[in-house]
């Protein structure tokens, strides 16, 4: 008789702990309740330079401004502070968390910001962020995400998400999705994929943004799989750019960027040749040939409080 009574038991709460888990799924693991939006529905699809080939052909030395999470943080205000301080910019590179969440609430923010700051009509190279993704029963990338930003369809074949490049002047610039790379069939895809691109990127400047870093200077935010898979693969690249540590760290060519997120704290990295937690921005820049030296890459780290330099990263190729 115990024992049924204990196997009645037991089975109440496995049952209990089943029905409250599907209650509460969306709350522990899915998107929030999405903000009722107030004002006027903004319209704007961030196009990539890849839509403007014939300006970046006849370009031989162009200017990239570098952001890493903003989570709907950067106003207006801050915008145009940005395109006085790089008047030069040609294009502007975005590593993941732009929005806070993957609904149209927050889309709609970040278009009221970006929308007639001095930065508006410039092309974007977008990458999606662990925030532009649903949570849940099933991972996915906002379909607003996908409307927002135009991307190439040229990445590894049946894997989901945004991975792709663009062959600008001089640089092969590569996006990785890291988010649906939890999947071994989809990490290996991509692997096999960013092989085959960085192998047969000639003599271009390689430049490869991620979101998930493969060093990490963030407590609790190194990545094992993504350091693993990816940090033999990108020693070869000229500069790997990631966001979502929420902090600032490089290690020779591996850069981690946090625009606008708010602080997080860094642990002890001894392989890190740079670190600092307050806020930044990159701007990476392709100086044109001379008759006396070939092409060369530059890419200088800002404070975003005041724009000071924190560090620099020079690359010439023979």
Known sequence: MRRWIRIIFISLLLAGGAVLCIVRW????????????????????????????????????????????????????????LAARVPQADALAQAGDWMDRGQEYYYQLLLRE???SALYGMPVIACPGNHEYSKGLKKELSPVWSKAFVVLYNGPTDVPGATYYEDLPGMRFIVIDTNPLDRLAYLTRTLTW?????????????????????????????NVLI???????????????????????????????NA???????????????TDSVPTYGVLTIQEAMTDMPQAMDFKVHRFCDGTIIDSLHVQHD
């Open 227 to 257: 350091y693993a898979a990816f940090r033999h693969v990108l020693k070869d690249a000229d500069l790997v750019i990631a966001g979502h540590d929420h902090s600032y760290m490089r290690s020779k060519n591996f850069v981690v960027l």
């Open 194 to 222: 960013l092989r085959k691109i960085i192998n047969g990127a000639d003599n271009r400047y390689i430049v490869v943004m991620m979101h998930h870093p493969v060093l990490s200077a963030g407590r609790g935010r190194f």
């Open 114 to 116: 970006w929308t007639n």
């Open 26 to 81: 969306q709350a522990w693991f899915g998107m929030p309740a999405e903000p009722q939006w107030t004002g006027d529905t903004l319209r704007y699809v961030f196009p990539t330079p890849l839509a403007y080939s014939q300006q970046w052909s006849e370009q031989e030395d162009y200017t990239i401004l570098v952001l890493g999470d903003i989570h709907n943080r950067l106003t207006r205000a801050d915008y145009d502070t």
């Open 260 to 274: 606008a997120g708010i602080p997080k704290k860094q642990h002890s990295c001894p392989y890190a040749d740079v």
